[in-house]
């Protein structure tokens, strides 16, 4: 989770600043979060959301990019012949 929040607070940035980069998609979002925390520890696990929530809105802000947060989901398609 501590590489998550370095990769938020310092490579990220660095990224935006020197790329034109309009969409960032982290996958998995919530998986570190699952792990790292007991499911006693849902006070401490929210705040650490929150937090690299917060990061990723001011950097939004800050560099107009949009963040799209992806974690485990699954889609059944139906009586689709094509995609």
Same mark, same amino acid.
């Given at each position: 989770?501590?590489?998550? #929040? *370095?990769? +938020?607070?310092?490579?990220?940035? =660095?990224?935006?600043? %020197? /790329?034109?980069?309009?969409?960032?998609?982290?996958?998995?979002?919530?998986?570190?979060? #699952? *792990?790292? +925390?007991?499911?006693?520890?849902? =006070?401490?696990?929210? %705040? /650490?959301?929150?937090?690299?929530?917060?990061?990723?809105?001011?950097?939004?802000?800050?560099?107009?990019?949009?963040?799209?947060?992806?974690?485990?989901?699954?889609?059944?398609?139906?009586?689709?012949?094509?995609?």
């Amino acid at each position: 989770m501590e590489q998550q #929040r *370095t990769c +938020f607070a310092t490579r990220l940035p =660095i990224l935006l600043q %020197r /790329a034109p980069v309009k969409l960032v998609v982290v996958d998995s979002i919530a998986a570190l979060f #699952r *792990t790292e +925390f007991e499911s006693s520890e849902y =006070i401490e696990r929210s %705040r /650490a959301i929150a937090e690299q929530a917060k990061m990723l809105q001011d950097l939004c802000t800050r560099y107009g990019a949009t963040v799209f947060p992806l974690d485990a989901s699954s889609i059944a398609y139906t009586g689709c012949e094509r995609l």
